[in-house]
């Protein structure tokens, strides 16, 4: 077997003395050491309104200076060394050495971290001021996000040496070759700035998607995620918000309900007054049920040998309505039992002859 090695030049590190090794530790120890006790003061000594409104900003500006003070430190110590300086690729004049990859590096998360300050600790007071919504709060941050995220790689590119208007020339030639390829990714990303705009949804938001009701946690330029209350997130594709019909439940009440498939032949009024006296009695008194609207009961189609029945109670959220159909479902199996009601039987209830489902008691 044989095996193939990459040749590491480390002839840099002898240039590296002990004594600037020393220096560029011990500084960044003292970094260290002074966040620490900043954090250990304010987290032993602050009062409630400081905790809340203060805290967080001073944290945010001690994870910036420490970040940012280890990366200057590096270049401050080690600034007089060639191979920090020296080209280790040239393309057409342009050359790049690590100190250009660690500026640009220090240009894009900087303007990545201002920009995330910026909408979380300024923004917000502007959007207070003007009663701003929040889906248009989430549109403005992120519209300034990508703006200064734009502009940040604008700025890297010129500083490497590489035109935008070659980038424009390349993406043009690439576009021929696989725009069938990502023509469902272009329409996702103009279907995400599409929302953002005109917002048709907006986060927070609760939407119905293939039959399951979540809300819009996040809006991105390429999908939406949406929480699926103890099913986990939906990872939706844009395109399917502007194409498809979206059913929005947040200005509507949630409905715990449970289907009742009855035969041909027993009183449904009957079952219907039963059900809703049920619901009144056993379910209504319950955690997370709302008083009105009241408990209904409704007939939802008709079919060769049966009739559908749909009960629905009003909950208060997402969470409450798996847990009150869950009880609803062993309340109406009890009632079915005492009853003696006959529900349409299964395919496999069919098959095996089984004269009649019993609960468990």
Known sequence: ????????????????????????????????????????????????????????????????????????????????????????????????????IIVVFLVITFASRLARAFTTHIMPYFYDEFQIGSGMR??????????????ALVISFRMVGLSIGKFGLLFSALGI????GIRNVAANFVSGIIILFERPIEVGEFV???????????????????????????????QYFIEQIIKSRSGSTIMADVKLEVKYGVDNERIADLLIKTMKEKVIPMDGVLPAPEPNVRYTKLDS???????????????????????????????????????????????????????DT
């Not at 002074?34 to 400081?50: G, Q, T």
């Open 177 to 180: 070759g696989v725009g069938f």
């Open 208 to 238: 119905e998607i293939e039959g399951k009701v979540g809300r819009i946690q996040t809006i991105k330029l390429r999908s939406t995620d949406v929480i699926v209350d103890k099913e986990g997130t939906l990872v939706v594709p844009n």
């Open 138 to 151: 989430y549109t403005f941050d992120r519209l300034i996000y990508y703006t200064m995220m734009v502009v």
């Open 1 to 100: 077997m044989v095996m193939l090695t990459i040749p590491v030049d480390l002839s840099f590190l002898k240039e590296i003395s002990l004594r600037e090794m020393m220096f560029f530790f011990g500084c960044l120890a003292l970094i260290f050491l002074v966040k620490w006790v900043i954090l250990f003061v304010l987290n032993r000594f602050s009062s409630v309104w400081i905790t809340q409104h203060v805290a967080p900003l001073i944290r945010s500006l001690l994870n910036w200076i420490s970040f940012y003070g280890t990366i200057l430190l590096f270049l401050f110590t080690f600034s007089k060394k060639k191979w920090l300086f020296t080209p280790f690729y040239e393309s057409k004049g342009v050359g790049i050495s690590l100190f250009l």
């Open 305 to 359: 040998d049966h009739l559908d029945l749909l009960v629905e109670v009003p909950v208060v959220d997402l969470e409450a309505k798996l847990d009150i159909e869950n009880k609803m479902r062993q309340i109406i199996a009890k009632l079915i039992y005492e009853h003696g009601m006959e529900l349409k039987e299964s395919e496999e209830t069919e098959k095996t002859s089984n004269p009649r489902w019993k609960p």
